[in-house]
């Protein structure tokens, strides 16, 4: 069975930020506008834009359109398979 490393990089790249650490932290309490995630990092939104697809791009984070705001939360299919992954470079 051939493994999919590009899938995995793009979600070990989304846990090597420590602004998506934080981000992925709020989300954990549940889905947030975008507008509230720049308020609590106090970063720009291309910033905050860049960040988000990343976790999106690694299925991490789920995103709601909502007008012309975005809603995220966690992926809990995302989450699952990060932990698999983990699980899979045990010794």
């Excluded at 995995?8 to 507008?35: M, Q, S, T, W, Y």
Aim: net charge positive; proline share 1%.
């Amino acid at each position: 069975m051939d493994k999919d490393y590009e899938q995995e990089a793009k979600v070990f790249k989304a846990f090597c930020d420590p602004n998506r650490l934080k981000i992925l932290n709020i989300l954990k309490d549940g889905e947030h506008c975008a507008c509230k995630l720049l308020e609590i990092l106090d970063v720009s939104q291309s910033t905050l834009s860049h960040h988000m697809k990343i976790l999106t791009d690694a299925r991490v984070v789920n995103v709601r359109k909502d007008g012309k705001w975005s809603h995220y939360s966690l992926s809990g299919d995302g989450i699952e398979k990060v932990i698999q992954y983990l699980k899979n470079y045990r010794m």
